[in-house]
């Protein structure tokens, strides 16, 4: 469904990414394991057109999004949450939900406001959406963010350390919407520290490293059986899974 074939990204002569090749299949649950800097927010925002890629494919659905110059049919399809949420301020949270529907013109305001009552809804919110984004909290502001993405209809969700800047005690909150959105089929690709949740969680696990994928497999084999000496490494350093 999703492919990258040969991604190269450089800022002026630094080279972040040097040659990525990834293939995601419907229904996987993707994570993107590194150490800092090694290039994963750089490869997920390289997927959705926020970067533009050096040179290489994104192949989505067998459209390559990089030579479609204006990316806008295909980049649809693919939804992005943030580790900063990225709400408008100055919105209340159905404003915010119901903005890039309304405004790309694919849902009337009317259809929209009924969608984003349904989707807040179903995970409790639905007492929240005339408030603005600094009346909630961090775990309610992310949960608004993907119920925002949710909204584009996407085939693909990339999520770039969604639970980082949250409390510990909000943090289960978002993890299980995230899970309800996998059962339901959603396919993700997942940054995350948390490499407990990226353990259990993930079907697959890519390990990023001096700007390639140094390996990559089941949860189990990553984390149980690591063959990279570099994964090896960063695994040791982290205690927490
Ligand atoms: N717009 C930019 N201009 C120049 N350099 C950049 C830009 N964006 C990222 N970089 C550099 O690219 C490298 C990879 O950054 P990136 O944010 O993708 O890493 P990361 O793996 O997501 O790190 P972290 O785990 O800390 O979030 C870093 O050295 C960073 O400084
Ligand atoms: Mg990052």
């Known amino acids: 469904m999703l492919e990258v074939k040969n991604l190269k990204k450089n800022f002026g002569k630094k080279v972040v990414l040097k040659d990525i090749d990834l293939k995601v299949n419907k229904g996987d649950i993707v994570g993107i394991i590194g150490p800092s800097g090694c290039g994963k927010s750089t490869l997920l925002r390289c997927i959705n057109m926020l970067e533009v890629p050096t040179s290489g494919e994104v192949i989505l659905d067998g459209n390559n ?19 900063q949420f990225n709400l408008f301020s100055h919105k209340t949270v159905l404003e915010n939900i119901i903005l890039a529907p309304t405004l790309l013109g694919l849902m009337t305001e009317k259809g929209a406001i009924r969608e984003a009552k349904k989707l807040l809804k179903e995970i409790d919110l639905e007492d929240l959406a005339d408030l603005y984004p600094h009346q909630l909290s961090g775990g309610q502001k992310q949960r608004v963010a993907i119920v925002r993405t949710l909204m584009m209809n996407p085939e693909i969700i990339l999520f770039d350390e969604p639970t980082s800047a949250l409390d510990p005690e909000m943090i ?21 520290h948390e490499m407990n949740f990226i353990k259990k969680f993930c079907t697959r696990v890519v390990f990023l490293s001096d700007g390639v994928v140094k390996e990559e497999g089941t949860s189990k084999e990553i984390f149980e059986n690591p063959k990279d000496e570099k994964l090896k490494m960063f695994l040791s350093k982290i205690n927490n899974y």
């Open 172 to 192: 289960g909150e978002v993890t299980n919407l995230m899970r309800k959105i996998a059962k339901e089929g959603m396919t993700m690709l997942i940054v995350s």
């Open 65 to 83: 999004i990089v030579d479609d110059k204006s990316h806008t049919e295909t980049r649809r399809k693919i939804g992005m949450v943030f580790q």
